[in-house]
């Protein structure tokens, strides 16, 4: 079968991968999703269950690329280099972190910038490489097909992209963020990266600020004239697909471990905003994973949360709230978010499985239909509610939970005396002296979710999705842990941050008031420069 990828409001279809991975968006402003959600061979579990992470990334893959696009040896290559950075060698380990509990932490922190996004970033920054090398094979100079990547971040998504893209070919990368609205620890990050292809500009505001400068410059038809500007932020397929892997890693692990019984449920618990991440555990259980729930962990940013207790509104404001309140600031950051993108593509197949119509074209036009219409309500009237079957639909397949911040810090501190794992991967952070588990904020909210589904669902197996290295988000963890025995912060700290803070720097300010078109100057003059460097 041949893989392709249509858009979510209708307007394009029969893309290919590399086309999709190349885009981001689509060009009515919709998602790219993949035409037909693949099965997976009946003998997966017993096939699987031995592989090494890469290999199972490779098998999962494949299933979304076709050979006649990337052929199957290469696809294993840059699978490999992608996963090849990480520290750990199982890459993604599960820690049993309350096996009395049946909780487990899957730790997606083992990649280059120690948060979870490594694992898509990683592997996103290989793709382009792939595919801009084939491009401009034989070609020199102005020829070259050159890629311009332009992404705002409040911090994770920046460090990861940056440490994806360093040092490749034909692709330039600019990071915006607020400045002095980033920890301290993730602008050290961005910023010591010296590679020529890397920019990093802070811009006076907040991260919205930042936000909107990025979406002027993609519709901007005169950069676009000239520069082809990509996306790293999570509307990219290549993204959610890099994260499918992890779903069945875990899977996989706990099925392996000797505390496992076969027949007993297995839920599935993911701190979310975008929806990136979460989404991916949506497809690897319809390929035929068997989770029986995915568990939203929204923090006070609870549109999720709120979409699911409402019978399907989804609104950007609480219905009751009587002003736009914007986005709240919490101990968990990279959470903080008004909508979540990716809802779009679980929305339009849920609209699509639910349609009564005859043919799959049929449910494909109307489910496009659909979607175009509430993002449209969504704009002008700031929400939209989809019809029953469809929350129904949702229903069956997730919960959703929202963590405050006071029980994120309560959670934290709660972990840190009671869960004393004995036999963690190298790496996890734990006190030496007292051996508690030491969690991030983010992953934080993921296990107050699972304490409550836990109370719910006593004996079902919980795997909680760990986000970050808790020495992200020190101001948080040390709020806390400060008082707590045998505690102290530099003990978290991993060796490859100490003394980051203090190594050489390149950043750019963008002048007060430049406004979107200052910063596309800057952008033009920088490639410029960069190009000439080059030659
Ligand atoms: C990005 C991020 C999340 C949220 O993931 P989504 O895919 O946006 O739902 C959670 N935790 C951390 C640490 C992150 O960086």
């Known amino acids: 079968m041949s893989q392709r990828y249509l858009s979510t409001r209708g307007s394009e279809s029969g893309r290919s991968f590399e086309d999709v991975v190349m885009k981001g968006l689509a060009s009515d402003g919709g998602l790219f999703i993949p035409e037909e959600i693949p099965s997976l061979p009946s003998s997966w579990e017993s096939e699987w269950r031995d592989l090494s992470f890469a290999e199972l990334a490779h098998r999962i893959m494949s299933l979304y690329i076709s050979p006649s696009e990337i052929p199957s040896e290469d696809l294993k290559t840059i699978v490999e280099k992608s996963y090849s950075t990480f520290r750990h060698p199982e890459r993604t380990p599960v820690a049993a972190l309350d096996p009395k509990d049946n909780l487990y932490l899957l730790e997606l ?144 692990s706990l099925t392996k471990s000797a505390n496992y019984k076969a027949g007993t449920g297995v839920r599935v618990v993911v701190p979310s905003g975008n929806f990136g991440d979460i989404l991916a555990g949506w497809f690897a259980k319809q390929m035929g994973l068997p989770i029986s729930k995915l568990v939203v962990a929204t923090n006070e940013n609870d549109i999720l949360d709120r979409f699911f207790r409402t019978n399907g509104h989804y609104t950007k404001k609480p219905l009751d709230a009587p002003t736009d309140a914007g986005v709240k600031e919490t101990h968990s950051p990279a959470m903080d978010i008004l909508v979540s993108s990716n809802f779009e593509r679980l929305l339009w197949f849920f609209a699509f499985q639910t349609d009564k119509a005859a043919t799959s074209d049929e449910r494909r036009k109307h489910a496009c239909e659909s979607v175009s219409g509430w993002l449209s309500q969504l704009k002008t009237e700031g929400g939209f509610q989809v019809p029953a079957a469809i929350i129904e639909a949702a229903k069956a397949e997730f919960e959703s939970e929202r963590v405050s911040n006071q029980e994120t810090i309560d959670i934290i501190r709660e972990t840190y005396r009671n869960c004393i794992p004995t036999d963690l991967p190298a790496g996890s952070p734990r006190s030496s002296k007292t051996g508690g588990y030491i969690l991030d904020p983010h992953t934080a909210v993921g296990i107050a979710a699972s304490r409550r589904s836990i109370q719910r669902n006593p004996g079902d197996y919980h795997i909680s999705l760990s986000t970050a290295h808790p020495a992200k988000f020190a101001s948080a963890v040390d709020l806390a842990l400060s008082k707590e025995d045998g505690y102290t912060f530099s003990e978290v700290l991993p060796e490859e941050f100490v003394g980051l803070e203090q190594r050489e720097r390149r950043v750019t300010a963008v002048p007060h008031g430049a406004g979107w078109e200052g910063v596309r100057e800057i952008v033009k003059a920088e490639v410029e420069q960069e190009l000439e460097g080059r030659r």
């Open 109 to 252: 922190f083992h990649g280059p910038t120690f948060a979870f996004k490594d694992v898509a970033l990683q592997s996103l920054g290989n793709f382009f490489e792939y595919f801009l090398v084939r491009k401009n094979q034989g070609k020199t100079g102005k020829d070259r097909h050159h890629l311009t990547i332009v992404g705002a971040t409040s911090g994770d998504t920046g460090s990861a992209a940056i440490y994806g893209l360093r040092g490749k070919k034909d692709v330039s990368v600019f990071i915006l963020f607020p400045k002095g609205k980033v920890s301290p620890i993730q602008e050290a990050q961005m910023t010591s990266v010296l590679d020529a292809n890397v920019h990093n500009l802070t811009v006076e505001g907040s991260f919205d600020d930042c936000q909107d400068i990025v979406k002027a410059l993609f519709a901007d038809p005169d950069i676009n004239k000239t520069h082809n500007i990509g996306a790293i932020n999570s509307i990219n397929w290549a993204r959610i697909l890099a994260q499918i892997t992890y779903y069945f890693y875990s899977y996989l």
